[in-house]
């Protein structure tokens, strides 16, 4: 059986990362002196004065929706929209204010609609965020999955922040310590690979695949009120290519890593896939990351204490990301 790639399974990162450059240039040229950071980064800030900035940030939960609607099991993918728009505000160092969320449906279901909102629902107080409205559309002639009740799920969020408070990577220093914080399994990135692998009808895999990607608002908002943190990545699409969004100037070398989760394991088993691309399609038990000064490593281990926190390497000049033998750049 031939090696499996996400790109192989439908999915170039390569191209999309160059497509997103060549929007991200177009709309570069609409940005006022208010946009206080380029496209790139996981959500953007805008000055609206008075020392403050509001944040914005739009994820959807990819092909997870798929996983759903073959486990007939709506009631957790809300979750997941919540997590991957208020995981991407909090790297700026904001608070969450409020959200949108956008249901695309093939077919309209009552039932189906109703349970999505008791994710984003359950999401959202978990987040302190408030859901204030949405869109649904009827979309027969583009949604298509499994069945006639087929949809996809997005949502955009915004949040405030102190101009001076914004934690945006730049005051990363060679030596400052990366913390990795667990995730809850394989969240919402890398399912298109995972069901090509997997066997997304079993009962037991669906459901792992369909556990809700974890939110870590509370404790990271904690933190930071706390210790200076000088990084925040959450480690989405790309695995560990994420922590290279943080300073251009600044990569870093990874010298520990916590036990990898079944899932992956089988991931990779099924699949034949290299490890230097697991790492670059999943997130192989590290949701978010945290970066900090050497001085900071202990208070900041134990305010996260009940997030069980790994000291997982440290920064290092040059932007790129080096672990057992490889490197991204």
């Known amino acids: 059986m031939a090696k499996w790639t996400y790109s192989k399974s439908g999915v170039n990162i390569n191209r999309a990362d160059l497509a997103k450059q060549s929007i991200a240039k177009i709309l570069g040229a609409t ?51 919540v997590a991957m728009n208020v995981n991407d505000l909090i790297c700026l160092g904001v608070e969450p204010l409020a959200m949108v969320d956008y249901i695309a449906i093939r077919k309209p279901n009552h039932k189906i609609i109703v349970e999505i909102g008791k994710g984003l629902a ?33 949502g955009t969020a915004i949040g405030l922040v102190d101009t001076k408070k914004i934690i945006d990577g730049s005051k990363i220093k060679m030596g400052d310590v990366l913390i990795g914080l667990p995730s809850s399994g394989i969240h919402s990135n890398g399912l298109t690979l995972a069901r090509k692998v997997l066997n997304e009808g079993n009962r037991k895999i669906g459901m792992e695949l369909l556990k809700p990607t974890k939110l870590y608002v509370r404790p990271i908002m904690k933190l930071i009120n706390s210790v200076e943190v000088k990084g925040l990545a959450n480690i989405t699409g790309g695995g560990l290519h994420n922590l290279l969004r943080l300073n251009k100037s600044i990569g870093f070398r990874i010298t520990n890593w916590p036990r990898i989760p079944w899932i992956f394991q089988e991931i990779q088993k099924r699949g034949r896939i290299p490890e230097f691309e697991m790492h670059k ?11 900090v000064a050497p001085k900071n490593v202990k208070k900041a281990m134990a305010i996260l204490k009940g997030e069980k926190p790994v000291v997982l390497g440290h920064a290092i000049g040059g932007n790129k990301v080096i672990k057992s033998g490889f490197y991204y750049k």
């Open 122 to 154: 359950k999401g959202a107080l978990e987040a302190g965020v408030s859901i204030v409205g949405g869109e649904t559309a009827i979309l027969p002639e583009i949604i298509k999955g499994y069945s006639e009740y087929s949809f996809d799920l997005a």
């Open 31 to 81: 940005h006022s002196k208010k946009v206080l950071n380029k496209i790139g980064h996981y959500c953007a800030a805008v000055d609206i004065g008075g020392g403050r900035a509001v944040a914005i940030t739009t994820d959807g939960v990819g092909t997870k929706v798929l996983v759903a609607e073959k486990m007939r099991k709506y009631d957790t993918i809300g979750i997941d929209c």
């Open 281 to 291: 399609t999943f997130n192989m038990g590290v949701g978010f990351c945290v970066v």
